[in-house]
């Protein structure tokens, strides 16, 4: 008990003090550059940003202390030992990969790779056990950040499905994570180094904390599994074998589980025959005040059925003082709720993203391709006209 509290107390002291970091304040001035980007597609579609790009980065620093925290005390409490020789292996792999598709600059794949090729061709020299145990701690601080934190820059986004256009949200979240381990050079000793670790998912079958959720878990049975692989592998040398291969194949069936469960699902948030489906609502707007949820259904206002946006248009035209709306709640069937304004200038604005037939001033989002892949499209279609 004692070796883990103080395991505790050390690692808790060592990654707080990489606030006084410059290399931290650069992989936070990363991130924000992140948000700020992702802060456009936001403002287009909300007129505005539900958390600023800097209340995001914030959140993200403390959130990713967190996580070094605990993966510092897994990495000193397992005497995990590494050489960075092997990282320079990894890291210009993990950047060709992600040529091909952003998902491959993961260090599962990169890190499979080269070890695979240490063990069949005997270069280059890595310490596969060592690689792989980092890789499963790092997925293991990612799905606990997923869970904490996943959601909360969620963006409502629309997309063509089926011929008709649904609604979903588009989760992008990043975390600053600095770890502590043993580094074997000259002499071992510790040292902190720096990871940015990302959460990027769409959700339209399912809301998105439960995406989140679902996510989190595999994540978190593939890092605990990857772990006992790579423990195993220190002293029986198939479990190598059985770690390099593991690291790839399972993280691409995790990602493509939930590609097959998105596309077959049931899209959730689709335009209802029965009212005006509710996608989000605005930070401190009426809509927010009044409770409403994702997936609500405003059945009517002012005891007018709601059928579309000009529905609910046309009663706030006369800006009333006073709102008593129906609606079909997603977890407590039909209901109504009121609304009282006191500042004597009326109701104006719900505050309310909503599913239409017709996503007015919304945008269509497509899955982006990288560049390799659009140059591969184009390359086929050239050969098809030059066939034809």
């Keep these: 008990m004692d070796l883990l509290l103080e395991t505790v107390y050390f690692a808790t002291v060592k990654i707080l003090a990489t606030v006084l970091s410059p290399h931290f304040w650069i992989v936070v001035c990363i991130i924000l550059f992140q948000y700020v980007k992702a802060g456009k597609v936001e403002r287009n579609i909300l007129g505005n940003y539900k958390r600023s790009p800097y209340l995001n980065t914030l959140s993200s620093m403390l959130y990713g202390l967190i996580g070094g925290i605990l993966g510092s005390i ?76 996943g959601t909360s ?7 063509e499905k089926e011929g008709q256009i649904v609604g979903g949200f588009l989760m992008n979240r990043f975390w600053p994570v600095p770890f502590l381990l043993f580094i074997n050079a000259e ?20 809301l998105p904390e439960e995406k989140a959720k679902e996510t989190s878990f595999y994540l978190f049975l593939f890092s605990i599994t990857l772990m006992f692989l790579s423990k195993r592998s220190q002293t029986e040398y198939i479990y190598r074998y059985a770690a390099s291969i593991f690291a790839p194949v399972a993280h691409e ?39 409403f949820t994702s997936g609500d259904i405003i059945l009517s206002i002012n005891g007018k059925k709601i059928l579309s946006k000009e529905d609910v248009e046309d009663i706030l035209y006369y800006r009333p003082r006073t709102l008593w709306v129906d609606i079909l709640d997603r977890k407590d069937g039909y209901i109504s709720k009121e ?16 599913v239409s037939e017709v996503p007015e001033g919304q945008l269509v989002v497509e899955e982006a391709k990288t560049s390799i892949m659009r140059f591969f499209e184009r390359f086929k279609r050239k050969k098809w006209i030059f066939r034809n």
């Design 74 to 149: 897994l990495f000193v409490y397992f005497n995990v030992l590494i050489d960075q020789r092997d990282f320079l292996f990894i890291l210009p792999l993990s950047l060709i990969l992600s040529i091909i598709n952003s998902r491959f600059i993961c260090f599962s794949y990169s890190g499979g790779i080269i070890s695979l090729s240490s063990l069949v061709l005997g270069w280059p020299k890595v310490n596969v056990a060592s690689i792989m145990f980092v890789i499963g701690v790092l997925h293991l601080i990612e799905s606990v950040l997923i869970v904490l934190d």
């Design 153 to 159: 820059s969620k963006v409502p986004i629309f997309m």
């Design 187 to 206: 002499v071992i000793k510790p040292a902190t180094l720096l990871a940015i670790l990302g959460y990027g998912d769409i959700s339209f079958s399912s």
């Design 253 to 291: 069936i995790i990602i493509l589980l939930g590609k097959f469960k998105e596309e077959r699902g049931r899209y959730i948030f689709k335009p209802s025959k029965d009212g005006l489906k509710i996608l989000d609502t605005l930070p401190g707007s009426i809509g927010e005040k009044m409770g």
């Design 339 to 354: 609304y009282r304004s006191d500042d004597g200038k009326g109701i104006e604005s719900l505050g309310v993203i909503v």
